[in-house]
């Protein structure tokens, strides 16, 4: 990975092998400014991608711009190998690690730069170590490629500052075994029903109604992951929508055990919701 000391300036390009433009505004360029925003004092954040319809992994998302750049040699070993890149570059004043960017499912989606300021005898392996971290906390918010090229939010009216998100923020950390968190509602205002909040983005994205009042579940990934929806309530047991939950799922795993414990989160949220309208409250 050879990232330039200055860059003039951020644009979005029409990829040559795929029929649109990535949006002005994507998935992935939402969590590389994420990052950006919580790690303090990093340089550079790129993903090499490839999503559908896309024959090799361009530049989907940086904080530096060359959108589209297609991955040189460097950036392709790293994706074919599964092997790390670890670099002192630009005169020893930068530290570059480049290592394979997953999915949810551990699945390999590209490629991930990240380039740390360096002064000569600082501990490589922290810097390392502090990569891993941020490449493992992306894989946690991508359900598939796809997804990082989507336009974020889906919806051009939707907001993420709203109750619902910031209580989904808040829940998931204290529940590391889960892969995937969402709820689902209809705004008061009107509108459809929709993503209102993820772990994945999608916000906005219209969704099917869970009109039955019955839980609903799959596998997902190839049966990598178990998927259950079910009624979502406020504190005084008005339905308000759906709460959706993905699992890690490995051979002979109990799906009645996920549903439980699919109906233990979802009790545990409630007496954090006074209301549908809370949902969609504004909470920055």
Same mark, same amino acid.
């Given at each position: %990975?050879? !990232?330039?000391?200055?860059?003039?300036?951020?644009?979005?390009?029409?990829?040559?092998?795929?029929?649109?433009?990535?949006?002005?505004?994507?998935?992935?360029?939402?969590?590389?400014?994420?990052? %950006?925003?919580?790690?303090?004092?990093? =340089?550079?954040?790129?993903?090499?991608?490839?999503?559908?319809?896309?024959?090799?992994?361009?530049?989907?998302?940086?904080?530096?711009?060359? !959108?589209?750049?297609?991955? $040189?040699?460097?950036? %392709?070993?790293?994706?074919?190998?599964?092997?790390?890149? =670890?670099?002192? @570059?630009?005169?020893?004043?930068?530290?570059?690690?480049?290592?394979?960017? &997953?999915?949810?499912?551990?699945?390999?989606?590209? @490629?991930?730069? !990240?380039?740390?300021? &360096?002064?000569?005898?600082?501990?490589?392996?922290?810097?390392? #170590? /502090?990569?891993?971290?941020?490449? $493992?906390?992306?894989? *946690?918010?991508?359900? +598939?490629?796809?997804?990082?090229?989507?336009?974020?939010?889906?919806?051009?009216?939707?907001?993420?500052?709203?109750?619902?998100?910031? =209580?989904?923020?808040?829940?998931?950390?204290?529940?590391?075994?889960? +892969? =995937?968190?969402?709820? *689902?509602?209809?705004?008061?205002?009107?509108?459809? &029903?929709?993503?209102?909040?993820?772990?994945?983005? *999608?916000?906005?994205?219209?969704?099917?109604?869970?009109?039955?009042?019955?839980? /609903?579940?799959?596998?997902?990934?190839?049966?990598?992951?178990?998927? !259950?929806?079910?009624?979502?309530?406020?504190?005084?047991?008005?339905?308000?929508?759906?709460?959706?939950?993905?699992?890690?799922?490995? #051979?002979?795993?109990?799906?009645?055990?996920?549903?439980? /414990? @699919?109906? #233990?989160?979802?009790?545990?949220?409630?007496?954090?919701?006074?209301?549908?309208?809370?949902?969609?409250?504004?909470?920055?």
């Amino acid at each position: %990975m050879r !990232i330039p000391l200055i860059v003039l300036g951020a644009f979005t390009l029409a990829l040559p092998v795929r029929a649109e433009p990535l949006p002005v505004k994507g998935y992935g360029q939402e969590l590389v400014d994420q990052v %950006m925003a919580k790690e303090p004092g990093l =340089l550079v954040v790129v993903m090499h991608v490839s999503p559908p319809g896309v024959t090799n992994y361009p530049i989907i998302a940086s904080n530096i711009g060359r !959108i589209g750049k297609v991955a $040189d040699e460097d950036d %392709m070993r790293v994706i074919t190998t599964g092997k790390t890149n =670890l670099e002192v @570059a630009h005169g020893g004043t930068r530290f570059e690690v480049e290592m394979p960017m &997953y999915d949810l499912a551990g699945n390999t989606i590209g @490629a991930l730069g !990240i380039v740390f300021p &360096y002064k000569k005898g600082a501990n490589k392996a922290i810097l390392e #170590k /502090r990569a891993v971290a941020i490449r $493992d906390w992306l894989a *946690r918010h991508i359900v +598939d490629a796809g997804s990082l090229v989507e336009t974020y939010p889906v919806d051009p009216l939707a907001t993420t500052k709203t109750h619902a998100q910031k =209580l989904l923020n808040a829940t998931l950390p204290h529940h590391p075994e889960v +892969d =995937l968190m969402a709820i *689902r509602a209809k705004s008061p205002k009107g509108g459809g &029903y929709s993503i209102v909040a993820s772990s994945y983005g *999608r916000i906005g994205q219209k969704s099917e109604e869970l009109a039955s009042g019955q839980p /609903r579940a799959a596998q997902a990934s190839g049966g990598k992951r178990y998927e !259950i929806e079910l009624p979502l309530f406020s504190a005084k047991g008005d339905g308000v929508g759906a709460l959706t939950v993905g699992w890690p799922m490995g #051979k002979g795993d109990d799906e009645k055990a996920f549903l439980a /414990r @699919a109906e #233990k989160l979802r009790d545990e949220l409630r007496p954090r919701i006074s209301s549908l309208e809370s949902l969609f409250e504004l909470d920055p």
